[in-house]
């Protein structure tokens, strides 16, 4: 029996159309050449676009929880360069807001949120997660809008980087109010972090349903831990939520991302299991292709000075990275977000240097 509307699944979305989309190939484990390319931050300040947007609409909250906005700003990267990859436009700092800590971003400065949980303490919050409703209504029009062969991706920060900003109130440089709770109180701690693994599953869930196709885990801060507490704030998280995401959502490739972790990496690979892993641009690419296992994809690692910079350091770093990952399946990105002042100009050369 056909009714109207039989061709949306339960969550009122149309499934997208069969296509070749690289990039979930390539996160799938097969190789490409040319690399399919996204750019973390690659939905931002650094296009005029956005710019007018951001001004139009009175800031960069507002812009996450309108899905007109959020949906327009996600597919401006795609319209001007053809990205493999459209990134949801949200921030990793809406889910301390769902646990109830109000956010705020002082212009010039960053984020602001209260009030700050020192003591790790959730119980004087009021958690509400309908306040991220609307971000699953922009990955709906997203997903109507793109290319065929554009992958969907989702995104979540990783559970320490979240706790960063939630325990000190702000970005910090060392994360030192986060780690101290945690020698401190470490029970706390924890739970604070089983707090938000439980937010950030329900979170990716949603956004698989409304039509992401592989999520990204943003660890930033995953750099600032001694060994041992490495190891439990950093690899046992993630763990947990890719064997949530696995059980409730299988098939959805998983994207780690722990910046700065320099000889960890093998460990972070082989502990959490993800499906691929974002590397940052002071790892050298061609001891983390030894490292890894052969299989397994590898996003990164361009530094995003030399996308600012151009001219023959960039193409000579591109030429550097595509060699180092010659045999593996490669995901061509930056190592960190593009810079503010990167020119246009620079991101469209990149483009066509990697697609020549
Ligand atoms: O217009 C503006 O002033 C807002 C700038 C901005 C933007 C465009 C912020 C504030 N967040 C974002 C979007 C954003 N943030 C995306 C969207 C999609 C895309 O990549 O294009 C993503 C994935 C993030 C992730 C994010 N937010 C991270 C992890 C990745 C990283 O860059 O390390 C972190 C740490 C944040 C927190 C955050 N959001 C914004 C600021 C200024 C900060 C603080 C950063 C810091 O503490 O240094």
């Not at 920060?157 to 970005?171: D, E, H, L």
């Not at 890719?242 to 093998?266: A, C, D, H, M, Q």
């Not at 890894?292 to 000579?316: E, I, M, R």
Request: glycine share 8%.
């Amino acid at each position: 029996m056909h009714s109207v509307g039989s061709d949306r699944d339960q969550n009122g979305s149309k499934p997208r159309p069969e296509a070749d989309r690289p990039l979930l190939a390539v996160l799938r484990g097969e190789r490409r050449d040319p690399p399919p390319i996204w750019l973390m931050r690659q939905a931002g300040r650094y296009l005029p676009e956005y710019r007018a947007l951001r001004a139009e609409k009175g800031g960069f909250l507002a812009l996450c929880y309108d899905p007109v906005a959020a949906a327009e700003i996600t597919l401006q990267p795609i319209r001007r360069f053809g990205f493999d990859g459209a990134i949801l436009f949200s921030d990793i700092l809406v889910i301390p807001q769902a646990l109830g800590q109000d956010l705020w971003f002082e212009t010039g400065e960053g984020p602001r949120l209260a009030p700050p949980l020192l003591d790790g303490d959730l119980s004087g919050l009021i958690a509400d997660a309908t306040i991220l409703t609307p971000i699953y209504e922009t990955v709906r029009r997203v997903v109507q809008a793109l290319p065929a062969e554009t992958t969907m991706l989702g995104f979540a920060g990783s559970p320490w980087t979240v706790a960063t900003y939630m325990v000190a109130g702000q970005g910090s440089k060392d994360h030192s109010a986060a780690r101290s709770l945690a020698y401190r109180d470490p029970v706390a701690f924890q739970r604070l972090i089983d707090a938000i693994i439980a937010a950030t599953a329900d979170y990716l869930c949603h956004q698989i349903d409304a039509g992401v196709e592989a999520v990204q885990l943003f660890d930033s801060w995953a750099g600032s831990l001694a060994p041992a507490e490495f190891r439990r704030w950093v690899v046992a998280p993630n763990r947990r939520l890719v064997e949530e995401l696995r059980s409730r959502r299988p098939g959805t490739p998983i994207i780690g991302f722990p910046k700065g972790i320099g000889e960890k990496l093998p460990i972070y690979a082989r502990e959490t299991a993800v499906d691929a892993i974002g590397i940052d641009e002071t790892m050298d690419p061609v001891w983390a292709d030894e490292m890894l296992p052969s299989t397994l994809p590898v996003q990164g690692n361009l530094d995003p000075l030399a996308l600012l910079a151009g001219g023959d350091g960039l193409s000579g770093a591109v030429g550097a990275i595509r060699a180092a990952f010659a045999k593996r399946p490669h995901i061509f990105n930056l190592g960190h977000g593009i810079l503010q002042q990167t020119p246009v100009s620079h991101v469209a050369q990149l483009l066509a240097m990697i697609r020549a």
